[in-house]
């Protein structure tokens, strides 16, 4: 199995700080990674898919950079509607796999 | 506008099966390239895939699971479904269903999700 991990696992952050997650892979798994927001109580968000592409109706302020094992999800700006968590999956082989979660909470 | 409900019991007795039914509405769940899934998250835990369903009809199980698990569809109802047979404390999560490959059959991102459902293991 491809095991994803994520640092930080809390990030503590004000309104219109500049915000990176990081998502590291075991093995490279190209460019397949996708990147969820989570807020209690209700389902993951697709932001990115393919590591850089915006899910459509995301705001532009979410990006996403990387390639084979090092991937990151950069909020330029943080907004109140953004603590949240924060999952990365990758779908490059079976079984699926996600990382453990970063929550963005207020500092 | 695609939306997916699950629905089955919150309360399910150790050894015993766990049934749950996802409700596809706005689109067919036979439309080519779509990968309709299940994934899961325990309590104070992170997300796990279970499986997947192809449209044509091919499964994608978590082998972790794969002995116990089974998802299949009801096309004539736009519904697909998971057992889970020998379950155990450690299955009490909340259980997704999603939807991936949205955008191309190789991209196995969930697009959309339904709610969620609460399923407890308890005798």
């Known amino acids: 199995d491809i095991q994803m991990t994520q640092s930080p696992s809390t990030l503590s952050a004000s309104v219109g700080d500049r915000v990176t997650i990081t998502c590291r892979a075991s093995q490279s798994v190209n460019n397949w990674l996708a990147w969820y927001q989570q807020k209690p109580g209700k389902a993951p968000k697709l932001l990115i898919y393919k590591a850089s592409s915006l899910e459509s109706g995301v705001p532009s302020r979410f990006s996403g950079s990387g390639s084979g094992t090092e991937f990151t999800l950069t909020i330029s700006s943080l907004q109140p509607d953004d603590f949240a968590t924060y999952y990365c999956?990758?779908?490059?082989?079976?079984?699926?796999?996600f990382g453990p979660g970063t929550k963005v909470d207020t500092k | 506008q695609l939306q997916l409900q699950e629905s089955g019991p919150g309360l399910v007795k150790p050894s015993g099966t766990l049934s749950l039914v996802c409700t596809v509405s706005g689109d067919s769940i036979s439309s080519n390239n779509y990968y309709w899934g299940w994934i899961r998250r325990p309590p104070g835990k992170g997300l796990e895939w279970i499986g997947n369903?192809?449209?044509?009809?091919?499964?994608y199980y978590n082998p972790s699971l794969k002995s116990r698990v089974t998802i299949f569809v009801d096309t004539s109802k736009n519904q697909f479904s998971l057992n889970l047979t020998s379950v155990t404390a450690a299955d009490t999560a909340l259980y997704y269903c999603a939807r991936a490959g949205g955008h191309g059959s190789s991209s196995e991102e969930f697009d959309f999700w339904g709610q969620g459902t609460l399923v407890t293991v308890s005798s």
């Open positions: 999956q990758q779908y490059d082989d079976y079984p699926l796999t």
């Open positions: 369903l192809y449209y044509g009809g091919s499964t």
